[in-house]
T-cell receptor, first 110, second 113 residues
Framework: GQQLNQSPQSMFIQEGEDVSMNCTSS?????WLWYKQDPGEGPVLLIA?????ELTSNGRLTAQFGITRKDSFLNISASIPSDVGIYFC??????????FGQGTRLTINP | DTEVTQTPKHLVMGMTNKKSLKCEQH?????MYWYKQKAKKPPELMFV???????INESVPSRFSPECPNSSLLNLHLHALQPEDSALYLC????????????FGNGTRLTVT
């Protein structure tokens, strides 16, 4: 089936550092979504991207939809302890079937 | 706080038990979903309901039986499960139109003994 290649798989950073992660695919998606999942909870929607080239911010988070519709990145600026968690990208081709990346596990050292 | 509510939060059941997972949303969404998530893996789609009708079944074994009694409720009936079915079961909802983002509940942590 379709796959999203998400990288890196894990990140260990110092508090205050900026973070960057990305997803690529061989398929075109209509929508890219970025979710964060904390332990014992469900994924929480961070940013939704609908147009090729679209750049969207949500506080310290910024995400962009690649111009080819086959990739997206998420940046987090000035990381804080509550940013710890697993970040998933997800692509939607409009058939109500999200394709998820494998996740990026973010760990922050105080 | 999530606007998709799932109960129970935790469930332990034997392989001969029958149990049900419940999900409720009051966002007016007309599409509802069941996902299964194993540890350190992304969620995997099981079922999709659109306007209370089953629209997608991702070849899920019949020991999992979904039900959508109305536009706000989604159930997952469990019977004769196997230990490998132990996982986090996530419910989600969205607007029924194309490319509407999914909103997830906090899941039910299921353990099959």
């Amino acid at each position: 089936g379709q796959q999203l290649n998400q990288s890196p798989q894990s990140m260990f950073i110092q508090e205050g550092e900026d973070v960057s992660m990305n997803c690529t695919s061989s398929s075109i998606f209509n929508t890219w979504l970025w979710y964060k999942q904390d332990p014992g909870e469900g994924p929480v929607l961070l940013i939704a991207l609908y147009k090729a080239g679209e750049l969207t911010s949500n506080g310290r988070l910024t995400a962009q939809f690649g111009i080819t519709r086959k990739d997206s990145f998420l940046n987090i600026s000035a990381s804080i302890p509550s940013d710890v968690g697993i970040y998933f990208c997800a692509g939607d081709q409009g058939a109500q079937k999200l394709v998820f990346g494998q996740g990026t596990r973010l760990t922050i050292n105080p | 706080d999530t606007e998709v509510t799932q109960t129970p939060k935790h469930l332990v059941m034997g392989m001969t038990n029958k149990k049900s997972l419940k999900c409720e949303q009051h966002m007016g969404h007309r599409a509802m979903y069941w996902y299964k998530q194993k540890a350190k893996k992304p969620p995997e789609l099981m079922f999709v309901y659109s306007y209370e009708k089953l629209s997608i079944n991702e070849s899920v074994p019949s020991r999992f039986s979904p039900e959508c009694p109305n536009s706000s409720l989604l159930n997952l009936h469990l019977h004769a499960l196997q230990p490998e079915d132990s996982a986090l079961y996530l419910c989600a909802s969205s607007q029924a139109q194309r490319n509407s983002p999914l909103h997830f509940g906090n899941g039910t942590r299921l353990t099959v003994t």
